[in-house]
């Protein structure tokens, strides 16, 4: 469980005492938690209670006394009070490990136990105060009580992130996804998709979700490829001596549920397994075990079930085991209706078409965690996890698209499926070498499996009220697959070293050192088939099959090739990526004085990635290996200064890099549903000078008001633009010699009342706000070959105004107890992506959100009722206009709504 804190330090509560005071320090243990380290235990002499200390987040305490017999009183809420009688001896210390036992009779009241304090909002909110760095984190509770269903869900609720339509992952502070790096327990994920660095963050449901952190200031002892933030999911873990709970769903989407003829893909079962290989080996023979033409259905319900539980066992010879364990199966669907639009650089609308996407995504999560117990102040644990998920649409088209003729029209058809695999396999060990160190391990193995199997492309002429297949282009009509597989090994140490300086009068100070190191093997493969049609002939687009067939093959209605041409058809488009990383780092803390704590940190990181590629490209056979080959010197300095014990300033400096991504760098065509990508070998990583100043006031559990400036320069800052020779395709530079961001975060969280009712609940109404500002700007080089169309931009994805905030009801009620959550949010316009070769910036417009959230506990039961995007606003990407033009305005290239999402859900806890 204390994997999400590698990176917290030790809280220095000792004042300057006299060199004849003697020295009681140790660590408090939870007996019922295996020994677990017990935090914000009170520690006091019973004589003088002004003489105390609290124990740290790993339950360690120091505390100084005059020499004599003196009781220490160790007191926690819910746990029974120990009392330990010390003789203390002038300049001489005295370790002693205190066992605390939660109360009996209270125990299945008390929540803030060790374990479930890093679920709850309030804990969450006093490890942020005792922290040294600059750290947030959002807890189960929290979540639960916000209706947020995934990691994705929980990151977006913090101050400065946010999500950006079409696009998987999340941007920090402006900055997406090639900027941010993603770990589970503290350890690196991989991604599941070529197009991303970081796996996406919906993958992980709440059932598995311990807390989610965000560290937005870099830190010595994490990999430097972070510009943005580091994302850390804490999974679950066993918070009793033993549970076991299920939890069903259903639901349904207002624009999808009644629908009818809701369109899914031939070859996908109800729970997502498709096969992932193709049979064609004679191009002579038409033989796709699929069929092109889709299924249709009735009534689309949206559903999951989810079973949770986990033992505890005592072993004969004291030590302990425990595991936990969740599995889940969920599905949904959703259809949206709207528009696509294309502009010429004079602003001309050439493609206007109404557009009917059918999305249908099915998942399985399993979850496992063991834990070994043994010698009082060791432990082991393994960790495992298996997400499947399989995302399929249908999008059809229909309307004008570029027409030879000005009465043509066009219907097109791309039906895709993503079939997506992840296995984590991570061992973790947290031992004691002695009352001043302690040595954590980690190791990690995971295997990615990523595929679209059997992509369908159709395009449709229609002229003179006859649908013909497309004749224009073989690629009209194509039949894709893709696979990936990756091997990601990943390890770290980290070794500490607390001790007492004399010569500065007994004040604390800390050294963290260790290394780490990732190895990952990535191997990406495509075919594409492609149907050259040879001539005008009338078709039911909704029954293709009827003239994609063996006998139309044979014929001569159609040809039949692969990418690859005639020249070894069947080879398929490759590239394979290595990237090796070693970091070697050290961290210092001292406390100069009570109030004031420094924590200089020093990485350096060797780097090597190499991209080895075999693709084709506008008919151009490429081969090359394009390597990146870097040894990084990361410092970092952390300072911590607390003017009162409720009123605390931090400020924090760094530097870290962004590497270019293999698929980035790889020059392989890449055709999304709704564009295409590739590569540009030529991609030259980023550094990153980074800035952050922090001022917090606490007034109460879990109420603060905190305010961050922050600062940032981006050397060779890269982003994705339009590509010049090929419409609607996008690739990625380097935008010019620097980019610049600054801007500030607000936070508050209130209880705008609080009073105990009956059995002592408290009845609160809670109010939290964050809000951020941004400025972004980028000095394109306009003598780059990306030919720019303006010589300044905001950064892709920075969003210059967010808020998020939500009113929060707990109350009593029929003996049970309800929850009730309004949560708004809303951004403003930001750059889709940025305009070339005449082209201006697509931007998306801003959307305001509002969903509501209630839940009610009575004994072992638990129902919820989730309303979510009640004011569904338009998802929009707007063009915008270039003065000089035909038509000046701004273009409207992509407009639709999501509808409004509600659902309830039911659980039972044994």
């Not at 949770?308 to 030590?319: F, H, I, R, T, V």
């Not at 962004?658 to 790889?666: N, W």
């Amino acid at each position: 469980m204390r994997n999400l804190l590698v990176t917290f330090f030790t809280l220095m509560s000792v004042v300057t005492f006299a060199q004849s005071k003697g020295t009681i320090s140790g660590k408090i243990q939870d007996k019922d938690m295996g020994l677990e380290p017990l935090p914000f235990v009170s520690i006091y002499d019973s004589k003088d209670n002004t003489v105390g200390t609290t124990s740290d987040f790993d339950g360690n305490y120091i505390i100084k006394l005059s020499p004599g017999v003196h009781t220490l009183v160790f007191e926690f809420v819910g746990y029974e009070t120990v009392k330990k009688q010390v003789t203390v001896k002038a300049n001489a210390t005295q370790n002693i490990t205190i066992v605390m036992s939660s109360v009996a009779d209270a125990l299945d009241a008390v929540v803030l136990t060790a374990v479930i304090n890093k679920e709850s909002e309030e804990a969450l909110v006093e490890v942020q105060k005792e922290a040294v760095e600059i750290v947030t984190a959002i807890g189960a509770e929290e979540l639960s009580n916000k209706g947020v269903s995934d990691a994705e869900g929980a990151v977006v609720k913090t101050a400065g992130v946010t999500k950006q339509q079409g696009v998987k992952n999340v941007f920090v502070r402006g900055l997406g996804d090639r900027y941010n790096s993603t770990t589970y327990n503290g350890l690196p994920l991989p991604s599941d998709d070529p197009e991303y660095k970081n796996i996406s963050l919906d993958y992980f449901s709440t059932d598995v979700i311990q807390n989610v952190g965000i560290n937005k200031a870099f830190t010595s002892n994490i990999f430097g490829d972070v510009g943005g933030a580091n994302i850390d999911i804490s999974s679950k873990i066993l918070s009793g001596n033993k549970d076991l709970s299920v939890g069903f769903s259903v639901g349904g989407n207002s624009q999808t549920i009644t629908k009818s003829d809701f369109l899914t893909i031939d070859g996908t079962n109800t729970i997502g397994i498709q096969e992932n290989s193709f049979k064609i080996t004679d191009l002579g023979v038409y033989n796709f075990k699929n069929n092109i033409d889709p299924n249709s259905q009735n009534f689309q319900l949206n559903k999951s079930i989810s079973v949770a539980g986990g033992k505890k066992y005592k072993l004969d010879n004291g030590d302990k085991f425990s595991f936990f364990a969740v599995a889940s199966l969920s599905s949904d669907y959703r259809y949206q209706e709207g528009v696509i639009r294309n502009s010429t650089t004079d602003g001309r609308v050439n493609q206007d078409q109404e557009v009917d996407k059918y999305n249908r995504n099915a998942s399985q999560l399993l979850m496992a965690s063991l834990k070994y117990d043994f010698n009082s102040s060791n432990n082991l644990k393994y960790n495992t996890l298996l997400i499947h998920a399989n995302s399929q649409a249908v999008s059809d088209a229909y309307g004008k698209n570029a027409p030879e003729d000005p009465a043509d029209l066009e219907f097109l058809r791309r039906q895709q499926v993503n079939d997506n695999m992840l296995l984590v396999n991570q061992l973790l060990g947290d031992f004691y070498i002695s009352d001043k160190s302690d040595l954590k391990l980690g190791l990690a193995y995971n295997y990615v499996s990523g595929n679209e199997p059997d992509r369908r492309s159709n395009r449709y002429l229609i002229r003179g009220g006859q649908t013909s297949p497309n004749p224009s282009s073989a690629g009209y009509h194509s039949r894709f697959y893709t696979n990936l597989k990756e091997n990601d090994i990943a390890f770290t140490s980290n070794i500490d070293f607390k001790f007492l300086d004399k010569e500065k009068d007994g004040l604390k100070s800390k050294l963290d050192l260790g290394f780490d190191a990732r190895y990952t093997v990535r191997n990406f493969e495509a075919v594409d088939f492609q149907h050259n049609v040879q001539g005008l002939y009338s078709v039911d687009i909704n029954n293709a099959d009827d003239f994609f067939n063996q006998q139309n093959l044979d014929n001569g209605s159609f040809g039949f090739q692969t990418g690859r041409g005639r020249l070894d058809p069947f080879k398929p488009f490759t590239y394979d990526g290595k990237r090796f990383v070693f970091g070697q780092f050290a961290k210092y803390l001292i406390k100069i004085s009570e109030n004031f704590t420094i924590n200089p940190g020093l990485r350096g990181e060797l780097v090597d990635l190499s991209v080895e590629y075999n693709t084709n490209i506008a008919n151009s056979d490429n081969t090359g290996v394009p390597t990146i080959s870097k040894y990084y010197v990361l410092p970092s300095l952390i300072t911590k200064f607390s003017a009162t014990e409720d009123l605390i300033f931090r400020a924090v400096a760094s530097k870290t890099y962004t590497l270019p991504q293999f698929k980035e760098i790889a020059p392989f065509k890449y055709q999304d549903i709704s564009f295409a990508s590739q590569g540009n070998p030529d991609l030259l990583p980023s550094d990153n000078y980074n800035v952050d100043l922090k001022g917090e006031y606490y007034f109460g559990d879990a109420e603060f008001v905190s305010l961050t400036g922050f600062y940032k320069m981006i050397k060779n800052p890269i982003s994705r633009v339009d590509l010049i020779g090929a419409a609607g395709t996008l690739s990625y530079t380097n935008l010019g010699d620097e980019a610049i961001l600054f801007g500030a975060e607000f936070e508050f969280k209130k209880k705008l009342y609080s009073f105990l009712g009956k059995d002592d609940f408290e009845n609160k109404l809670s109010f939290g706000l964050n809000a951020s500002y941004l400025y972004s700007e980028v000095n394109l080089d306009t003598n780059s070959n990306s030919n720019f169309t303006n010589s300044t931009t905001e950064l892709e994805g920075a969003t210059p105004v967010l808020v998020n905030t939500d009113l929060t009801l707990n109350s009593s009620l029929f003996g049970g107890e309800i929850t009730s959550a309004v949560v708004f949010n809303y951004f403003s316009d930001r750059v889709y992506s940025i305009g070339t070769q005449g082209y201006n910036n697509i931007v998306e417009k801003s959307i305001t959100g509002l969903d509501f959230v209630s839940s009610y506990k009575l004994g072992n039961y638990s129902v919820k009722l989730k309303v979510k995007n009640i004011l569904n606003p338009p998802v929009q990407l707007v063009r915008l206009g270039r003065d000089g033009a035909i038509n000046p305005n701004d273009v409207v290239v992509s407009d639709f709504k999501r509808g409004l999402d509600a659902s309830i859900s039911i659980g039972y806890s044994f």
